[in-house]
């Protein structure tokens, strides 16, 4: 089994950053060549991924996170990262890792006008 703990999230005002981390544990010797995502959720609001990043290091990202916000990972350390700059209010959800079909609990991400 794999699990996949995030952390990171908060509250922060219009135009700040925050970076969140997910840090992958359990039987995880193939993480270098898995695809690792970030997913959000805003209330009342299906989920929806915001990026995306291959064991080789190829990154996608969601139109509306595109040059914002950076996917990044460190195959020593298990660790995957979103890097959130310019946050706008609807930024604001909770923020999931997934991977490895498995998701983390999630870390919620609050951004005040």
């Known amino acids: 089994q794999v699990q996949l703990v995030e952390s990171g999230g908060g509250l922060v005002q219009a135009g700040g950053s925050l970076s969140l981390s997910c840090v992958a544990s359990?039987?995880?010797?193939?993480?270098?060549?898995?695809?690792m995502r970030w997913h959000r959720q805003a209330a009342g609001k299906q989920r929806e991924v915001v990026a995306a990043i291959t064991g080789g290091g190829n990154t996608n990202y969601a139109d509306s996170v595109k040059g914002r916000f950076t996917i990044s990972r460190d195959n020593n350390r298990n660790t995957v990262y979103l890097q959130m700059h310019n946050l706008k209010p609807e930024d604001t959800a909770v923020y999931y890792c997934?991977?490895?079909?498995?998701w983390g609990q999630g870390t919620q991400v609050t951004v005040s006008s």
């Open positions: 997934n991977g490895f079909a498995v």
């Open positions: 359990g039987r995880i010797s193939l993480f270098s060549i898995n695809t």
